[in-house]
């Protein structure tokens, strides 16, 4: 199977990797220090139209495919994970909602400013008691008139600081499990809304994550995602389309640990000779290489398999599972080719080793993603 990109998707994946070379990954380290994207390269982002790339052009997005977007992300993965975990959350679980399951009125209000990057989306569905059990919510709404009255906590939320528009799932009937839950868009302003505590993270730095609180949070009825009651099957539909992209901002990073690795490895010398000519090195080097081919393969296949219609609920769960192994693979190997200098912060792998290890945990646990593979196999064999 080969894939074919549009020349415009082409000249975007150009401008991405230079944009990413030029701009973001001399401002690294700035990152890791200040813990914060720097508002030049927000800007330059919004200007790239970056922000707008899941919401259709109608709506001032740059509308792309499945498939392009993974080209688009796979470049951003190449670059610093804080910056592009704004931007693909975003992109991704913080506006595929509104653009999938919200009406005309909800798109025409939301999509044009979360398409500049003018308001930032985010994604609130875990609490304390609802991580991976995710329909185990304490969040409540009940409706009272024209509104619906929400009241309990998120925490884990990414973008939350920077966001101004929240897919939020409370129950709206805690008689009904799953089926009780309900979708909701909210904006950071309404009464009640209460920004918390800013978590402190192991990486992705830049990136900011935080708890929410609804304390009698006064959200209109307008405001329901979709229909009530069927917030949990939206919640399971927003993560299954990201994942895809998920894995393409990690074939980008893992792509980015074997180059590192590589050169490395042509310029450090032991025993007389540049440590690529060592077998034991080649061999490191040549495990990484199969697995981000493997992974190319599997995000593009995954992805034009979406842009058809066609059911992917297995192989979205496959491809996230496998892209979140390849990069914390990568991410060992390359710091075991750098020696001792793949541990200290002077070299960037210590950086990708540290971000890597949450991509088995966020949008999904490893465990979880063996949990629908496994079921999706029952119902086949079942048939």
């Not at 498939?67 to 951003?76: D, M, R, V």
């Not at 009530?228 to 389309?241: D, F, M, P, R, T």
Request: proline content about 3%.
């Amino acid at each position: 199977m080969y894939f074919n990109f549009s020349e415009e998707i082409l000249f975007l994946k150009n401008n991405v990797k230079d944009f990413v070379r030029d701009e973001v990954d001399p401002l690294a380290n700035e990152i890791e220090e200040s813990d914060e994207i720097p508002k030049r390269i927000m800007n330059m982002s919004k200007e790239m139209g970056l922000f707008g790339l899941s919401i259709p052009e109608e709506y001032g997005g740059l509308g792309i495919s499945m498939l392009g977007k993974c080209a688009i992300y796979e470049e951003l993965g190449k670059t610093h994970n804080g910056y592009t975990t704004v931007v693909g959350a975003h992109t991704g679980i913080g506006s595929v909602g509104i653009v999938e399951m919200g009406n005309e009125k909800q798109k025409k209000k939301y999509l044009p400013d979360m398409a500049a990057g003018d308001r930032i989306g985010a994604f609130a569905l875990t609490e304390p008691s609802a991580g991976s059990q995710a329909y185990n919510l304490k969040t409540r709404a009940v409706r009272k008139g024209d509104k619906y009255i929400i009241n309990g906590s998120k925490h884990f939320i990414t973008n939350a600081p920077i966001a101004d528009i929240f897919t939020v799932m409370a129950v709206t009937d805690p008689e009904k499990g799953p089926k009780g839950i309900t979708s909701f868009i909210v904006e950071k302003d309404f009464p009640g809304f209460r920004l918390g505590k800013i978590e402190e993270k192991m990486g992705l730095r830049g990136s900011h994550s935080a708890e929410l609180f609804f304390e009698d949070m006064e959200v209109p009825a307008d405001n329901v995602l979709g229909v009530e009651g069927q917030g949990y099957v939206n919640a399971l539909k927003i993560l299954a389309n990201g994942r895809a992209g998920l894995a393409a901002r990690n074939l980008g990073s893992a792509q980015k640990l074997l180059e590192m690795s590589i050169k490395y490895a042509q310029e450090r010398v032991q025993f007389e000779k540049p440590i690529i000519e060592i077998q034991a090195i080649q061999h490191l080097l040549a495990e990484m290489a199969m697995d981000i081919e493997a992974l190319r393969w599997f995000t593009y296949r995954v992805a034009w398999m979406t842009d058809q219609k066609m059911n992917v609920i297995k192989e979205a769960a496959m491809v996230k599972l496998f892209g979140s192994e390849v990069y914390n693979r990568a991410a060992d190997k390359a710091v075991q080719v750098h020696g001792g200098m793949g541990y200290i912060k002077e070299f960037q792998v210590e950086r990708y080793y540290r971000d890597a290890r949450i991509t088995k945990i966020y949008e999904g646990t490893s465990e979880i993603q063996k949990n629908i593979i496994a079921a999706q196999l029952k119902k086949e064999y079942e048939r």
